[in-house]
């Protein structure tokens, strides 16, 4: 077993099931095994009644952002595609500032959503990985329970129920705008 100096901090953020290090020679009550699967069944259960509030109080924002973004971004390029910029000066003061910004709006919109995505799902892995470590009866049926709400209970955002934000919706959104923009240089005056 690894000892601890006395000075030093606690690792209070830290559990068995976030890391893959092996803890076979380290005693763990199977109580305090039993205590953290509950308290994380109850913490995914108010985690999803809060994105279930989050979804319907910032759908039409997130809507909106991702419709802006996307208006921004065919205008901003139609009009690269259209004009001759000499200068960068000339770069900052078209609407190709305004697509830049809807576009970084729009990826930290994914990117977040989709790491908060992504550590749920690491979740479900870890208590597999404790399910081989032996343990009793109680302790497999609890954490059965919660892979089972994991996976009946998805962590999932979406814009008032028409598409999932996540990080595929930036690939999406790309094609989208790639397409419009093929269009508008097709039928340009």
Same mark, same amino acid.
């Given at each position: 077993m690894?000892v601890?100096?006395?000075?030093?901090?606690?690792?209070?953020?830290?559990?068995?099931?976030?890391?893959?290090?092996d803890?076979?020679?380290?005693v763990?009550?199977?109580?305090?095994?039993?205590?953290?699967?509950?308290?994380?069944?109850l913490?995914h +259960?108010?985690?999803?009644?809060?994105?279930?509030?989050a979804?319907s109080?910032?759908g039409?924002?997130?809507?909106?952002?991702v419709?802006?973004?996307?208006?921004?971004?065919?205008h901003?390029?139609?009009h690269?595609?259209n +004009?001759q910029?000499?200068?960068?000066?000339?770069?900052?003061?078209?609407?190709? +500032? !305004?697509?830049?910004?809807?576009l970084?709006?729009?990826?930290?919109?994914?990117?977040?959503?989709?790491?908060?995505?992504s550590?749920?799902q690491?979740?479900?892995? !870890?208590?597999?990985? &404790?399910?081989?470590?032996?343990?009793?009866?109680?302790?497999?049926?609890?954490?059965?329970?919660?892979?089972?709400q994991?996976?009946?209970?998805?962590?999932?955002? +979406?814009?008032l129920?028409?598409?999932?934000?996540?990080?595929e919706?930036?690939?999406?959104?790309? &094609?989208v705008?790639a397409s419009?923009?093929?269009?508008?240089?097709q039928?340009?005056?």
């Amino acid at each position: 077993m690894k000892v601890k100096s006395p000075d030093a901090a606690p690792d209070v953020h830290r559990t068995p099931l976030d890391s893959n290090e092996d803890h076979s020679d380290e005693v763990m009550s199977s109580w305090s095994l039993l205590h953290l699967v509950e308290e994380c069944t109850l913490c995914h +259960s108010s985690l999803m009644e809060e994105i279930g509030r989050a979804n319907s109080l910032f759908g039409p924002s997130m809507l909106s952002t991702v419709i802006s973004a996307f208006l921004d971004l065919v205008h901003s390029g139609y009009h690269i595609c259209n +004009s001759q910029l000499i200068s960068p000066l000339e770069l900052v003061r078209t609407p190709v +500032s !305004n697509g830049v910004t809807a576009l970084i709006h729009f990826l930290l919109l994914c990117w977040s959503t989709g790491s908060a995505i992504s550590e749920s799902q690491t979740i479900g892995v !870890n208590l597999v990985k &404790q399910l081989g470590r032996g343990v009793d009866d109680v302790m497999k049926r609890e954490i059965h329970f919660f892979i089972n709400q994991l996976s009946h209970k998805k962590v999932e955002f +979406s814009v008032l129920g028409v598409f999932h934000v996540d990080m595929e919706l930036i690939l999406t959104m790309s &094609q989208v705008v790639a397409s419009y923009l093929v269009l508008l240089l097709q039928f340009k005056p």
